[in-house]
């Protein structure tokens, strides 16, 4: 990217000869996504379609969150409600791959009904480098089917539109700042949401383990860099894992499960760093979690594998 | 405990009245088996039997580190190799109690085939008072199945004497450092070994892979403690978990299991801490494991949780 300026301008003239009529636009709040769907609006105006889905896989108060974050960033959004579909396309799936296969579908499936209510084929992602580059190609072996890459079955009518394709995650912070999106330092969040964080099966009942985890690690990695003990790191989040652990409580024994705790530094997302949290945030984090899910979680770990040879995420 | 002679005399005629015979003795190598053995053998001299079991489940040296042990202590000792027993009666089993009772029926006939050359019904343990409490009775629920403690079955003729079991760890080591024992503060070693640190299946595969990784946190524990950036800690290991993770090798995605890492301090095992670990230290350890075991184990976790609400071992 030269600049963001010269940058923006490619795109919107990319944007109106690839998009003919309407276009619906693949909006998850995250930062890549938010920027493609602005570049389109401002592209193709009230054609533009961007809709937020609520996959019931969301961290706690995203919904109010993202539409916040869209409404400052003046993005006109639709927000679908379609937690029991999902729910019921995971049911009885442990393989992560199968996951997002499954979450990739439901996605299409609820992307196709959107599309044709608007009479378009067009789909707008914000996919960018690293997501393709990792997905694989002749030269690569696959490190992560992305839900936002390769996700349209053949048997789909569905065109994509990738505005940011060629971009790294740093050019599109730069862009997004140029864009005056604001907070362009928001935590990415997975496409497939908690349930790649949920690791074995993906209940309502262990999503909201997940979800609850995942709340407490942001709220003290957050308390700790405003009170200056922490320079803020790249990603910070919770995963559930399927391991049954003994615990005490009381007098009694309890078998709960493990949390395990993901902090890392990176500049593009190929590699990345474990950080090194202060203990006293280690063991504030260690100790609401297995408060606040009493019985429920009883372990938590705290990751401390770079990537490579780790990913980042655990699936 | 008033004082460590006025407990071995004590102890000295009531192995003497328990044990009209011959005895033999569970010598697992950790301190409190160590010290009943030596009482023992001092109360009834050559009519006692320490025997030694090597289950194919003990840590990287440990045979011959145990045997040293045994011999700076005066202790007279035959080591018995049944690792093929243990493999065998462990397979396909993945519930940690299930684990504990096949491993306590096979020591069980071990020592029963033993008893018996030796015409005895006597079996000396190194019971101490946690396990028994921890075990549970009218007023206590069931923390752990220890397996030495309950674990002689109905139909068994054994009948077992514990000379320590009424003690504490602190105790303990108090007792033995005044019966010269050396090295005291020896890391304490499960009886059922690696097998409760390794979560879910007991595979030789998958205990070589946690005993490689037991050996790495030793190794950089102790370093850390002879350099002087760490005070020893109480105990210190690695537990296998049955997750699958992905990784990256190169180019190329690998599937690797986890690594918990366990670093706590406690008088008396009873109520633990989680040790915060120099940074470097615990870099130096995910690095190492995920070399030595490239591919098989891509991910390493760092247990931050203090006994309660978690326990000290996993299972």
């Known amino acids: 990217m030269k600049s963001p ?130 997905s694989g190609g002749a030269l690569r072996d696959t490190i992560k089917t992305h839900h936002n890459v390769g996700g349209i079955p053949a048997d789909s009518d569905l065109k994509l539109v990738e505005p940011l394709r060629d971009l790294y995650k740093d050019e599109v912070r730069e862009l997004a700042r140029h864009l005056g999106v604001p907070d362009a330092d928001r935590q990415p969040f997975p496409g497939p949401g908690l349930a790649v964080r949920v690791h074995g099966a993906v209940t309502p009942e262990r999503v909201a383990r997940a979800r609850a985890a995942n709340a407490v690690v942001e709220a003290e990695v957050d308390r700790a860099i405003a009170e200056g003990t922490l320079k803020r790191p790249w990603q910070y989040f919770a995963v559930l894992l399927p391991v049954r652990t003994v615990g005490v409580m009381g007098d009694n024994r309890v078998h709960g499960e493990a949390v395990s705790i993901r902090v890392v530094d990176s500049i593009d997302a190929m590699t990345a760093s474990a950080v090194s949290l202060p203990p006293e945030v280690l063991r504030r984090i260690a100790e609401r979690i297995t408060r606040e899910l009493r019985g429920d979680v009883t372990r938590v770990l705290y990751d401390v594998t770079d990537k490579p040879p780790a990913t980042i995420e655990w699936e």
């Open 5 to 134: 300026e010269g940058f923006r301008q490619e795109a919107l003239a990319r944007l109106r000869t690839e998009i003919p009529g309407a276009a619906i636009i693949a909006a998850s709040g995250g930062i890549d996504s938010t920027v493609a769907a602005l570049l389109t609006q401002e592209a193709i105006g009230e054609r533009s379609h961007a809709l937020f889905v609520d996959t019931g896989l969301l961290r706690a108060g995203e919904v109010e969150r993202v539409s916040a974050f869209f409404e400052v960033s003046e993005l006109s959004f639709t927000v679908i409600d379609a937690s029991d579909r999902f729910f019921a396309a995971l049911k009885g799936v442990v393989d992560p791959e199968e996951k997002r296969r499954r979450i990739g579908a439901t996605f299409i499936r609820l992307f196709e009904e959107h599309a044709q209510r608007w009479q378009t084929d067009r789909l707008v992602q914000g996919t960018i480098a690293p997501d393709w580059i990792e």
